[in-house]
């Protein structure tokens, strides 16, 4: 059971927009900086979104962080089959004094 | 570039310890401290603690306190993560990552910018 929830899967077709879920609460999300990774399959976690909806270099445009209050989300447009992966959220937890993570969600690319 | 290169698979008995180790290249390693993450076969990422290279500090996770060490060594750039009494559970892929983390007023950041390519940590009799 992770202390961040995300929906398990997503999908949308090639070159439409997904929007991606992150739930938490105020010792984490609520008072904290979110980022997001991308794993594609068989590899290691890549950094997507640092400070809730800063982009490192490299990163392209269409993706995407907000966040308001407990939750944040990562929105993803001009979908491509590249795109297909595991994207997980993650941000520290105060109360815990832990980086807490969500459990991941699965986005296909009809 | 920056690069974090970890030693190859492993396969312990229930009881034994294992040793891991990140190589770090393309930075200043002192500058950067070096997280540790570990992702058991098909479930998600789990964060197992932290250390700062610059002066030692470690943070580990609650529930690995007491199995787990992580330390470095600065004229090699390598960090290691040792973890101790092993379980089945311990299965996973185990992952460093060179980490930034800090507070703004009362909100703390803590990404991971760059990772390892992860280790099999295999634990099995």
């Known amino acids: 059971q992770s202390v961040l929830t995300q929906p398990p899967s997503v999908s949308a077709a090639p070159g439409q927009k997904v929007t991606i879920s992150c739930s938490g609460s105020s010792s984490n999300i609520g008072n904290n900086y979110v980022s997001w990774y991308q794993q594609l399959p068989g590899t290691a976690p890549k950094l997507l979104i640092y400070?809730?909806?800063k982009r490192p270099s490299g990163i392209p445009d269409r993706f995407s962080g907000s966040k308001s209050g407990t939750s944040a989300t990562l929105g993803i447009t001009g979908l491509q089959t590249g795109d297909e992966a595991d994207y997980y959220c993650g941000t520290w937890d105060s109360s815990l004094s832990a980086v807490v993570f969500g459990g991941g969600t699965k986005l296909t690319v009809l | 570039q920056v690069q974090l290169v970890q030693s190859g698979a492993e396969v312990k008995k229930p009881g034994a310890s294992v040793k891991v180790s990140c190589k770090a290249s393309?930075?200043?390693?002192?500058?950067?401290?070096i997280s540790w993450v570990r992702q058991a076969p098909g479930q998600g990422l789990e964060w197992m603690g932290w250390?700062?290279?610059?002066?030692?500090?470690?943070n580990y996770a609650q529930k690995l306190q007491g199995r787990v060490t992580m330390t470095t060594d600065t004229s090699t750039s390598t960090a290691y993560m040792e973890l101790r009494s092993l379980r089945s559970d311990d299965t996973a892929v185990y992952y460093c990552?060179?980490?930034?983390?800090?507070?703004?007023?009362?909100?703390?950041?803590?990404?991971?910018?760059?990772w390892g390519q992860g280790a099999l940590v295999t634990v099995s009799s």
């Open positions: 400070d809730n909806d």
């Open positions: 990552a060179r980490h930034v983390r800090g507070v703004r007023g009362i909100s703390w950041y803590y990404y991971f910018e760059y």
């Open positions: 250390i700062s290279v610059y002066n030692g500090n470690t």
């Open positions: 393309g930075y200043t390693f002192t500058n950067y401290g």
